[in-house]
Structures are given as C-alpha cells and as structure tokens.
C-alpha cells in the first residue's frame, strides 16, 4: 500500500476554510484514498474518498490530482466542531473490503 | 450515529484475566475489521473477517483471538490480559464491495489494573 505524508498539524480561523494536503507520491492505479477523523478518543469518522475524481458530500471535498500523487481534503466552512485528527488512507480495493493502515494524521485545530 | 455497536464501552479488570468484546456490525455488512489503539500509538489493524471467515491479520497478539458468527457479529477475545493490553479497542464494519469505506464503532476501552 502507497504511503501517505500529512503535515503533523494545522490551524485555522472558524469559518474559513480548511485546506488538509495529503501526499500520496507512490500510489497505484487501483487504490482509493480515504479521509477519515477522530474527535478525541471517539471512534474515527468517514468522511470521503475517491479514486480520481474530485468528489464531495455533505462534509466536505476531496480534490486529487490529476497524477493522483497527492489530495487535498477541503472543509469549506471549519466550525470549532471540526477540531479532530485528520487521517489520509490509500489503500488497495479487495473484492473483501479492506484493512486500513493508520498513520499520525494531521492534527487540526479550528480558532475562535 | 456509524451503526456500528460495541459492548461494553468501558471494561475494567486484572492482569491474567480474560474478556470478551463485542460488535455488532452495520445492517447488511459482511466485513468487520478490529483496532487497538494505545495511548503511545496510533490505530493499529489486528484482523478482519468476512462473512464468517477470517481475511487478514495484523499486529494480533497470540493471546487474542477473534470470530465472526453467523448473524454476523463479531466477538474478540482477549486473554491473559497484561497492564499494556490497556487501550481502545474498534470495530469496524464495510460491505466488502470494492473500495467501500468502512465505518467504525465507538469503541471499548480497555483497563487492566
């Protein structure tokens, strides 16, 4: 599985947004890129994910790009209840499902 | 609210003894994965089933275990337990389909006095 690099962590002002890069340099073909958050000590939380395309949802945007070597998970609106660790996964898609490697995450701190 | 249950949420016993964790996956999910994290580590995968049958083993101590049952829950098994054991144990559920996400439980915590 492609290794991922996140910066260890980030600030940004409530309201703004929240721009989490996500480099991803050797993955391959057939691997999806994961974003997941933990609040605490919560369980982590799905957000997105995507395989090449810029996807979004109700939380937010994933943009990779075009080599598909790194992605930026967007949340356009940080509220302070967006304070969590953010986890940037790459992993192959089985026809099982799969297990996922967590790394140290970004650790993201929404500002009043 | 992931749909993913874990009982108990909080687990407090002695070295040597042995528990039983357990996880209800979400509706229609083949797949249940299982973490531990530590307070000096990060989440670590220790094993996934698939419909009853075990798929793939992580970082899994020789002393724990785990199964999946017909209905699809799954149980995993700690044994002799020792004061490092002490963590945060998930769950996790997917459909098995290719490149679903999975999604997690709130947890057990685990202490060993």
């Known amino acids: 599985d492609a290794k991922t690099t996140q910066p260890p962590s980030m600030d940004c002002a409530e309201g703004r947004a929240a721009n989490l890069p996500c480099n991803h340099s050797?993955?391959?073909?057939?691997?999806?890129v994961y974003w997941y958050r933990q609040i605490h000590s919560q369980g982590p939380q799905y957000i997105i994910h995507?395989?090449?395309n810029n996807e979004t949802n109700e939380m937010a945007s994933l943009i990779i790009t075009e080599d598909r070597k790194s992605s930026t998970l967007i949340l356009p609106h940080a509220t302070l209840r967006d304070t969590a660790v953010y986890y940037c996964?790459?992993?192959?898609?089985?026809?099982?499902?799969?297990?996922?490697?967590f790394g140290t995450g970004t650790s993201l701190t929404v500002i009043p | 609210d992931s749909g993913v249950t874990q009982t108990p949420k909080h687990l407090i016993t002695a070295t040597g003894q042995r528990v039983t964790l357990r996880c209800s996956p979400r509706?229609?999910?083949?797949?249940v994965y299982w973490y531990q994290q530590s307070l000096d580590q990060g989440l670590q995968f220790l094993i996934q089933?698939?419909?009853?049958?075990?798929?793939a083993k992580g970082n899994i101590l020789e002393r724990f275990s785990a199964q999946q049952f017909p209905d699809l829950h799954s149980e995993l098994n700690l044994s002799s337990l020792e004061l490092g054991d002490s963590a945060l144990y998930f769950c996790?559920?997917?459909?098995?389909?290719?490149?679903?996400?999975?999604?997690f439980g709130d947890g057990t915590r685990l202490s060993i006095l």
């Open positions: 050797t993955i391959s073909g057939n691997e999806y």
């Open positions: 996964i790459v992993r192959v898609a089985g026809n099982t499902g799969n297990q996922f490697y």
């Open positions: 089933y698939y419909n009853g049958e075990e798929r």
């Open positions: 996790a559920s997917s459909s098995g389909g290719s490149g679903q996400p999975q999604h």
């Open positions: 509706s229609g999910d083949l797949s």
């Open positions: 995507g395989l090449k």
